[in-house]
């Protein structure tokens, strides 16, 4: 059994990015500057992230009672993922087994445990939907421009008022048709305050399924590292400060964790990064096998 992990001290000294982009180059959204598909992404994403899709999405991707839709090991989901581009992501244009490789390879060079590499490796694999998905849905991973707002991008709380100061592009929020349900549209919503995290529906995508998938098959990756997983596109919280009124107190010091995560997830991101190939076959992959063995991942699981 792992003892509790603490959370390092000098999270606002690391520095991930060793390539030329300086901090605030990365996550540009000014509606100027931002590109049509990422405007057009988030203008889905508050129009149709309803608690009632999330609803649905929870039933469709359900592992209750032993339900799933596919056996496969993580190497055989890595080649599956390794044609699907981020239609969402301002920062990069490459796939995604190399940001996660790189993600991965930033946090072991930190020197922080290997559960912690592990779930860089993990964290966006969620977007595997893609293959049971569907455009109408948010998650077609196949034509250049499908629509993918069920799949990646910010997430907020579904089920209360979308907080305009916390979000970016908040003018389509009233779009939103749960904004105009006054079982929603408040300040919690159908919620309870300081309900507690674990007790929210964020706009259902890649995290949500992922964290699911996880639990579902029993790895033993720290609730950290799981929260990591589950909340990463999670800015409005994470990043913003917003749904404090709906917190618990522990839920701050789990904030952190997603935090110091985040730091590796998105200031890792850097083109000329090349991980694949030789690399990845000789050094890397039987590294990474070795952990996913140790988490109770290895060998045929259930997506």
């Known amino acids: 059994h792992l003892s509790k992990p603490h959370v390092p001290t000098n999270i606002d000294s690391i520095q991930t990015n060793s390539g030329t982009k300086t901090q605030e180059e990365f996550r540009t959204y000014d509606g100027e500057e931002t590109p049509e598909r990422v405007v057009q992404h988030y203008k889905d994403m508050r129009m149709y992230q309803t608690v009632e899709f999330y609803d649905r999405m929870e039933e469709k991707y359900s592992f209750e009672n032993g339900k799933y839709r596919k056996l496969m090991t993580i190497e055989e989901a890595f080649l599956e993922l390794e044609n699907y581009i981020d239609a969402s992501d301002p920062d990069l244009d490459l796939p995604n087994l190399l940001h996660l490789l790189q993600t991965a390879e930033g946090i ?6 290997d559960w912690l590499q592990l779930t860089g490796l993990l964290h966006d694999m969620g977007k595997i939907m893609f293959l049971w998905g569907n455009g109408t849905d948010g998650q077609d991973g196949y034509s250049p421009n499908g629509k993918q707002w069920a799949l990646g991008g910010d997430t907020f709380v579904v089920g209360c008022q979308i907080p305009n100061e916390a979000v970016i592009l908040p003018q389509f929020n009233e779009l939103n048709p749960d904004m105009h349900n006054p079982k929603y ?13 674990d007790k929210l529906k964020f706009a259902w995508g890649h995290d949500e399924y992922m964290y699911r998938m996880l639990s579902a098959n029993e790895c033993t990756i ?19 400060g917003a749904y404090r009124h709906l917190m618990k107190p522990e839920d701050y ?3 952190k964790w997603v935090q110091l995560f985040n730091k590796f ?5 850097d083109g000329g990064n090349e991980l ?3 690399k990845m076959q000789e050094e890397l992959w039987p590294y990474y096998k070795g952990l996913l063995e140790k988490y109770g991942l290895g060998g045929k699981l259930k997506w």
Do not use: F, V
């Open 108 to 113: 072991r060079k930190a020197n922080h445990p």
């Open 185 to 197: 549209n408040t300040e919690c919503g159908m919620y309870e305050a300081h309900c507690g995290l």
């Open 222 to 240: 720290p609730r950290e590292g799981l929260d990591m997983i589950r909340y990463h596109s999670a800015y409005p919280w994470h990043d913003k």
């Open 253 to 255: 010091e789990r904030q």
């Open 265 to 269: 997830d998105l200031y890792t991101k």
């Open 276 to 278: 694949r190939g030789e």
